[in-house]
């Protein structure tokens, strides 16, 4: 979404990308996870109905804009608002920031840089030339 080319206000709408807070990616399997899933996989924190509600709301959300457009969906973007600003984006956000300082390439847009490498480079060479 940040690096869409149609732009963050649109595509945050457009293509959503959001976290279901206690939910798992097992959370929505019919009959039972496999062994390894029960034995690695972080456990959800909400009961099914819960994961099925929020899951529903925010692509009950996506459907209504997508149908209507942003503008005629007030109620929509708020639950869009809601699940990216509220929910998604404070524990999304600092890791794909750290993303960006080594260069991840597949999350950010990379000048063949590297923000830590470059910031090591001036501290050294700066101690260095004084």
Known sequence: MLHSAEGYAKSKYTYPV???????HASFLSGVAPIKVQQTDLRA????????QSN????S????I???GISNSRSATKVVDHYIDNLTWPRMGPILKMFALEGNSDYFGWEKTNPIV???YELVTSTINK
């Open 56 to 59: 529903a709301e925010i692509v």
């Open 18 to 24: 959001v976290i279901l807070p206690g939910v798992n």
């Open 61 to 64: 959300a996506f459907f209504e």
């Open 118 to 120: 470059n910031s090591a």
């Open 45 to 52: 924190t909400v009961s099914i109905e819960t994961a099925i």
């Open 66 to 68: 997508t149908i209507n």
